[in-house]
């Protein structure tokens, strides 16, 4: 069984940074992608960025490229999602995604 534990949410200005992170426990494979998806009540999840497990390679949403990045720390078993130059746009839930395993989710605020 896949868990993830997300953290690092909360209120920041428009501009500012907040780096979040998704601490996975369980069954890991090195051919894993995992994910950073985000939800707005009422709207489906949007996806936002995925990493590889093994290599490291990443994908973004267009939204955020340019402004997030996303990594992880193989031994900690924890992906990280660095946000900069946050909008007001990006205020949402965020969450960590495997296939059908999801996390508890991390507020994410972006206001004046």
């Known amino acids: 069984q896949l868990q993830f534990v997300e953290s690092g949410g909360g209120l920041v200005q428009p501009g500012g940074s907040l780096r979040l992170s998704c601490e996975a426990s369980g069954f890991i494979l090195d051919t894993f992608v995992i994910g950073w998806f985000r939800q707005v009540p009422g709207k489906e999840h949007e996806f936002v960025a995925t990493?590889?497990?093994?290599?490291?390679?990443?994908y973004y949403a267009d939204s955020v490229k340019g402004r997030f990045t996303i990594s992880r720390d193989n031994g900690n078993n924890t992906v990280y999602l660095q946000m900069d130059n946050l909008k007001p746009e990006d205020t949402a839930i965020y969450y960590c995604?495997?296939?059908?395993?999801w996390g508890q989710g991390t507020q994410v605020t972006v206001s004046s």
């Open positions: 990493i590889t497990w093994s290599r490291g390679q990443t």
């Open positions: 995604n495997l296939d059908q395993f």
